[in-house]
């Protein structure tokens, strides 16, 4: 076998290969052909390819995969069903592998979406009460997605047109996506969903809606899972933050993760891929099945650290760059990074310790570790990005435009003024570039647009930690003080 043919085996290749599937992505008012071709995709699809590639790598595929009962080949951690300490500490260290290759950039490389599979595959016989062919469904898809490495994605919001009205309106109703009718061969959709991270290089999205539906309007209650290349599936990308100068724009140029909105323009989905529908009730259960959710969140905890951590690294390499890394201002910044990217990590670490086998027989980390740590990512990513501006302050914009300008015609006064107290001035300049990639390009600042939201309202979810709190065990002890000091004092009086 010659090495060309050797290469075209390569699980990246292969999934390349997969996305010619006439699916209808939308760029800058056209239809994308080929999006493995497009220079908006071929970064970010090279860099997945790599990843997946490293499941056929000797050494790699035991940190990222395991190997399903009967077969001889690995697959992705995030579809192992962790029945014990071991098996969630493993799926760990893949999701912290591959966020590690990606710096934390890329959110949505498929370990999300396919941990809410395996949840609800490991869940499947108590989540077959809201529906008899779940089951069967969710266990034929997880196989499929896991043996043939599906990139799965998902899009649960409905379309920002008019945030006062609801589905009480006909106008918003018809916007959100409800079936129009039911065939023998599936569902008929219509309406639109975001935000589609990912869209356009995932096989699959999972659409159910983010918020409880009223059972008077069922119709827009439905689990399903979707092929990207459906007829009538429109996938509406958002201008590219991808470059082409991948010497100034080290992160854009690689891990631009596309986000899209999906058009269903009367989208077919076969019975196969309806999990659940025509049942709001049931949907917002499952919506919220403990074992999916705990899987997937987890997921976001590990992936949130890395990039945490790799904020925190530029950080330290600007201030020691240009001298500042003594003045005590400058450490108590420094030092509010790293706290951030210790109690991150504290949270995952408790998160696992106490992790227990729920009903399913699955071991899942505790939520309220998880939850806590998505929170404070919300308000940790803004001010990690805020503390690295004010550390490089005015040297961000003090760079030459490219970094080939360092030797060019004027490179001796190049690396004279451009020069840092303990790096040359190439590296100094690639170094702000870098850090402007964070913060400064589109891709950085859709990165903390991103950390803000992406787990939900941070109001929301705040509120939430209240109301669904045992808030007995805050207060019963203030009550228990009271009472005892009123005894003493009715007690002196007698």
Not at 24 to 47: K, Q, Y
Request: net charge negative.
């Amino acid at each position: 076998m010659n090495k060309n043919s050797m290469i075209n085996k390569t699980r990246g290749k292969k999934y390349l290969d997969s996305l010619k599937d006439g699916r209808n992505v939308w760029l800058n008012g056209s239809i994308v052909e080929d999006v493995t071709a497009h220079p908006a995709f071929t970064g970010t699809l090279s860099t997945i390819e790599r990843l997946f590639n490293m499941l056929d790598h000797p050494e790699e595929k035991q940190l990222v995969g395991f190997q399903p009962p009967g077969s001889d080949a690995y697959v992705h951690s995030s579809f192992l069903v962790p029945r014990n300490q071991d098996d969630l500490r493993k799926r760990s260290i893949a999701f912290k592998y591959w966020a590690d290759e990606t710096h934390g950039v890329m959110s949505r490389l498929s370990e999300y979406a396919r941990s809410l599979v395996t949840g609800w595959y490991a869940a499947r016989e108590q989540l077959a009460q809201l529906d008899p062919q779940f089951s069967y469904k969710i266990a034929d898809y997880y196989e499929k997605a896991r043996d043939n490495d599906l990139f799965v994605a998902n899009a649960l919001l409905d379309p920002q047109v008019d945030r006062s009205k609801g589905l009480e309106d006909f106008d918003a109703a018809d916007r959100f996506l409800h079936i129009v009718k039911e065939s023998e061969d599936g569902l008929i959709l219509r309406g639109a969903k975001m935000i589609a991270t990912a869209a356009p290089y995932a096989h699959d999205f999972l659409i159910f809606p983010f918020h409880k539906i009223k059972e008077e309007y069922a119709k827009h209650a439905h689990a399903l899972i979707v092929p990207a290349n459906s007829p009538g599936l429109h996938i509406v990308c958002r201008e590219p933050f991808t470059s082409d100068r991948e010497q100034d724009h080290l992160l854009s140029a690689s891990f631009d993760e596309m986000d899209a909105v999906l058009f269903f323009d009367d989208v077919l989905v076969p019975w196969e891929r309806v999990l659940i529908h025509g049942n709001a009730e049931a949907v917002w259960k499952f919506r919220m099945n403990r074992t999916a959710n705990s899987l997937a969140f987890h997921q976001t905890v590990v992936r949130l650290l890395s990039k945490l951590e790799f904020v925190t690294g530029v950080a330290i390499a600007i201030a020691e760059a240009i001298g500042v890394s003594g003045y005590l201002h400058i450490q108590e910044k420094l030092g509010e990074l790293i706290t951030q990217v210790e109690t991150i990590h504290s949270l995952l670490v408790a998160s696992e310790a106490q992790a227990e086998r729920d009903e399913t027989g699955t071991f899942i980390p505790a939520l309220k570790p998880i939850d806590t740590a998505r929170i404070l990512g919300s308000q940790y990513y803004p001010r990690a990005i805020e503390i690295l501006q004010q550390i490089g302050a005015g040297g961000f914009v003090q760079v030459p435009s490219t970094l080939e300008e360092i030797n060019g015609p004027i490179s001796e006064l190049m690396h004279k003024y451009f020069a840092g107290a303990t790096v040359g001035a190439e590296e100094k300049v690639k170094l702000f570039k870098l850090a402007w990639d964070l913060f400064g390009s589109q891709l950085g600042s859709r990165h903390e647009l991103y950390e803000r939201y992406y787990a939900g309202d941070p109001v929301r979810a705040l509120a939430n930690i209240y109301t669904n709190a045992e808030k007995q065990q805050y207060t019963k002890p203030v009550w228990e003080f009271l009472q005892s000091k009123s005894h003493v004092k009715n007690g002196s009086r007698s």
